[in-house]
């Protein structure tokens, strides 16, 4: 007996000192050595101690999020999967060292599309990707890019825009970034996942073609044009479906048409949640966080011939082919040290440009003659919102508040309202930390506002020289926004507007007001009551310090709208179909598990509004915004002049010169909106179809930019012939600095009407 288990023993240390290791070229045949258990265990993901959201998770890098498993036998490592997009996140501290492992964190999604320059979000991610790199993670689960089909979806911040040409070219851009570093990253959520509320029971109803105009749109161009390593299907169901067992969705339309080549995963699902074997079967390849029971499945399914075993093998061979490539697999030997304070001026430099001014009556900004002595109010002035909360926010080592970003740039700050407001501050945070289950992991939302009496107000009226007021909105992974108290300005905030507006402007002094929020909010009270109006959303660590570089004049504003502001949030055509007023179990607590009776907005969602979404519908019927898709002013002035369009082989070139024609130096993004032909299908009124940045120019100085739109870009989806369909005719081409503001056009003929067929699939369950 001895004896045998001797051989035994031996024989198990020669096939594991003789099996194959993995390298980059025998994938295949590493699937083909492995046992069915090795098998099941490749497509589980594993967190190193139970889901308990979003805590330490691997044994790896702690707070990553999860990781893929380790077969030593066959040279696999593991791989680290940790969240993004505004920044790696990570915990910041370890047990048993003083050593801190602090990321920087960068203006969220919002922020830098509202930036309009890939340039610029391409860096942020290369910046990213190299923190990614130097703490050991192999993964970035980002970027975000859900459309903002609605003003108040909770995670809104952590995704680009409404418009799906500028989601997916910054998604491309970032993901370029990111895996320039040799990283990869997640495009998530795939798709249709417009809502948080409810998000795991909620069906997303909608046709084919606002599917694959908006929702899908925006993946196809990451996808196409950055190659990423992953992407992440979404929580919600589409028609029906869900996502993560989709193969419609994951088959036929992400590999089959698009080509994309890497694995997918599913979002952080519970075991029992979903259906195993159909996750497998539809082509989502990696079970994330993974458990037990799904190992168990796994092999259930494929010894009942459920599933069959070279479907498993494809899930397999796809993570493999992404392992192959990750640093850990190449034996990186990590630093734990990038350079943050480096990283701290990339992000400094990114936000500035993601400012967006709204208001500037009288030049009222740059700040130039006015005293040095400010009266500061808004608890967000104090408590500066650097991003978002949930699994998109990042543990960094500090926030430059307002405060501190008026100090640095030499101000004296009223001192009895820095006492008042640091003290409000504290007693609500004893409070918050009390109250809030999700806050140690999920990170701190937005302090609510305080009042504060009115002999304060006047009394800094009397001593100061300016008055800034912040507005502060955070929102999160798990809950949406609400109309009221959210959308809408709160009375609180409404109050102190009014009283430090009229306090001040009685003293002839200005009133600037700082909005450092995470997306669209009512403005409209603001444009009476405020001299300038700054966006600077929630731009990451050095908030207050880019405010500054604002605020003096140090830069230039030259950020855009990434969506539309409308008057009232009840003026968003999605408002019926969105749960804009819920209060029932949220998706962070308890599921509704039980999907009856079934309950419009929590349980599925109409996507009545079809193709009408954003300024497709506002500009489409004329409704009035308090600012519209694109909206930025500047210190300067640009004019546009001599449009050009070259038709190509493929669509067509066109070009416009911009000229600085003010007395500051400064950037301008110049945004490509397209008519088409009437006589095809219905369409909105314009749409984007490119945009471009001008570089720093100086007063009197040209640039001439130009823009490429291929055929398909032009085309619609006719859901009957399921098929893509590009008009012959006359387009009209708009060269916009905001939809609204169209400063040049020209045409281009399109001789042939061109079509592309595709699967017809993902329909309308009737
Ligand atoms: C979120 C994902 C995230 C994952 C891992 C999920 O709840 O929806 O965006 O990547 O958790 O933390």
Redesign the pocket.
């Known amino acids: 007996m001895k004896k045998s288990l001797v051989l035994l023993g031996m024989l198990c240390l020669t096939s594991t000192l003789n099996a194959q290791k993995l390298t980059e070229k025998n994938v295949k045949e590493i699937v083909k050595a492995m046992t069915l258990e090795e098998k099941a265990k490749m497509v589980i993901g594993c967190s190193a101690s139970a889901f308990t959201g ?1 805590g330490n998770s691997t044994l790896y890098v702690p707070g990553s ?2 990781s893929t498993a380790m077969i030593e036998r066959l040279g696999i490592p593991p791989t680290v ?1 940790a ?1 993004g997009p505004a920044g790696l ?1 990570i915990s910041p501290t370890r047990e048993g060292t003083d050593q801190t492992y602090y990321c920087t964190a960068f203006p969220i999604g919002t922020a830098l599309a509202c930036s309009w320059n890939s340039e610029l979000v391409e860096n942020v991610g290369a910046t990213i990707g190299n923190e990614v790199l130097e703490y050991g993670v192999d993964v970035l ?2 970027p ?1 890019q859900n459309l903002h089909r609605d003003p108040l979806c909770g ?1 809104n911040f ?1 995704y680009y825009s409404e418009d799906p040409i500028l989601s997916g070219k910054m998604a491309a851009a970032y993901v370029r970034g990111v895996q320039s570093q040799g990283v990869g990253t ?1 495009v ?2 795939f798709a249709v996942n417009n809502a948080e509320t409810n ?1 795991k029971d909620n069906d997303s109803r909608l046709d084919q073609r606002p599917l694959r105009e908006l929702y899908l749109k925006g993946f196809e161009i990451a996808v196409k044009e950055s190659n990423p390593w992953t992407v ?1 299907t979404a ?1 919600n169901a589409i028609n029906g479906q869900q996502s993560m067992e989709s193969r419609e969705l994951l088959t036929d339309i992400l590999r089959n048409e698009w080509g994309f080549d890497g694995y997918v995963m599913c ?2 699902a519970y075991a029992g949640l979903r259906v195993t074997d159909k996750e497998l079967w539809a082509g989502n390849d990696l079970l ?2 993974g458990s037990d029971q799904q190992y168990e499945e796994v092999l259930a399914a494929v010894k009942s011939g459920k599933l069959k075993e070279s479907d498993l093998d494809l899930n397999v061979e796809r993570i493999l082919g992404i392992v192959v490539k990750s640093p850990r697999f190449h034996g990186y030997k990590y630093s734990d040290k990038p350079d943050l304070k480096a990283h701290a001026e990339v992000a400094r430099q990114a936000a500035t440009e993601c400012i967006v001014l709204l208001e500037n009556k009288n030049n009222a900004l740059p700040l130039k003659n006015t005293g040095k002595n400010v009266g500061l109010f808004g608890i967000s002035s104090y408590d500066f919102i650097a991003g978002g909360t ?3 926010s990042v543990n960094k080592a500090y926030t430059i508040n307002l405060l501190d970003g008026f100090k640095n740039d030499g101000y004296t700050v009223n001192s009895e309202l820095t006492a008042f407001y640091q003290d409000a501050i504290k007693k609500q945070l004893e409070v918050a930390s009390l109250t809030n289950p999700y806050a140690a992991y999920l990170g701190r939302t937005a302090l609510p506002e305080v009042s504060i009496n009115a002999k304060m107000i006047e009394q800094s009226a009397q001593q100061d020289d300016l008055a800034v007021v912040t507005i502060g909105r955070s929102n999160g ?2 809950l949406d926004r609400h109309a009221f108290e959210d959308y809408l300005l709160k009375s609180v905030e409404k109050n102190l507007l009014m009283q430090v507006s009229n306090a001040f402007h009685k003293q002839g002094k200005k009133v600037i007001v700082i909005l450092n929020i995470s997306g669209a909010t009512e403005l409209e009270p603001l444009k009476e009551m405020a001299d300038a109006v700054v966006c600077c959303w929630l731009p990451g660590q050095e908030g207050g310090n880019t405010v500054m570089d604002v605020l003096s004049g140090r830069q230039n504003p030259s950020g855009k709208l990434s969506m539309s502001i409308p008057v009232n949030y009840f003026d968003a055509n999605t408002h019926d179909n969105f749960a804009y007023d819920y209060t029932g179990p949220s998706a962070m607590g308890k599921y509704a598990m039980t999907p009856y009776p079934k309950r419009k907005n929590v349980h599925f969602t109409e996507y009545e509004e079809g193709i009408y979404v954003g300024y497709r519908y506002y500009n489409t019927n004329n409704v009035k915004l308090s600012y519209p898709f694109g909206y930025g002013l500047s210190y300067t002035t640009f004019s546009y002049s001599n449009p050009t369009v070259k038709a190509e082989k493929d669509g067509f070139t066109a070009t416009i010169t911009v000229k600085n024609t003010g007395n500051v130096t400064g950037k301008e993004a110049v945004q490509l909106y397209v008519s088409a032909p009437a006589g095809g299908l219905d369409k909105p009124k314009c749409e984007l179809k490119s945009f471009g940045k001008t570089k720093e120019l100086k007063p009197g100085e040209s640039q001439t930019l130009t823009f490429k739109v291929d055929s398909y870009s032009l085309a619609s989806f006719n859901e009957k012939a399921s098929q893509w369909e590009t008009a012959s005719g006359e387009y009209k081409l708009m060269f916009a600095a905001n939809i609204e503001d169209v400063r040049q056009t020209a045409s281009y003929v399109h001789k042939n009407a061109q079509n592309w067929k595709v699967n017809n699939v993902l329909k309308r369950v009737e």
């Open positions: 979003y999020a999860a999967l969240d996140r689960l980002a975000g995670r952590e997640s998530k959520h998000r992440m929580y979002d952080w994330t966080p949930g699994s998109g992974e798990g």
